[in-house]
């Protein structure tokens, strides 16, 4: 079992940047690719970004790709998401998820564990 917990998560005025995490106990000895999803409301979860277990392969979403940044600190068992330029339509639950592999997925149904979700909020 991959316990994951978000934080982070606040309220940002548009233009501002925010930075979320996501700390992992449990079974962590093995290999996990880690990604990033958000849901809106009314919306589906969507792909924002993923990050390979050695932290050499990254993917992005065209909406946040170039203000984004996916890391990991694998002996901090952590990953986290800095996030730059936001814009309104970045308000959502942000979850992160892991995949017990080393390749990189844009799936939400490849991915076995889930946080919570933190919020992020962003004002006009």
């Known amino acids: 079992q991959v316990q994951l917990v978000e934080s982070g998560g606040g309220l940002v005025q548009a233009g501002g940047s925010l930075r979320i995490s996501c700390a992992a106990s449990g079974r962590t000895f093995g290999t996990y690719s880690m990604g990033w999803f958000r849901q809106a409301p009314g919306k589906d979860r969507e792909f924002v970004a993923a990050i390979s277990w050695s932290g050499s392969i990254t993917s992005y979403s065209d909406s946040v790709k170039g203000r984004f940044t996916i890391s990991r600190d694998n002996a901090k068992n952590t990953v986290s998401l800095q996030m730059n330029s936001l814009k309104p339509d970045d308000t959502a639950v942000y979850y992160c998820?892991?995949?017990?592999?080393?390749?990189?997925?844009?799936?939400?149904?490849?991915?076995?564990?889930w946080g919570q979700g933190t919020q992020v909020t962003v004002s006009s």
């Open positions: 998820a892991a995949d017990p592999g080393v390749a990189v997925h844009r799936t939400t149904g490849a991915y076995d564990y």
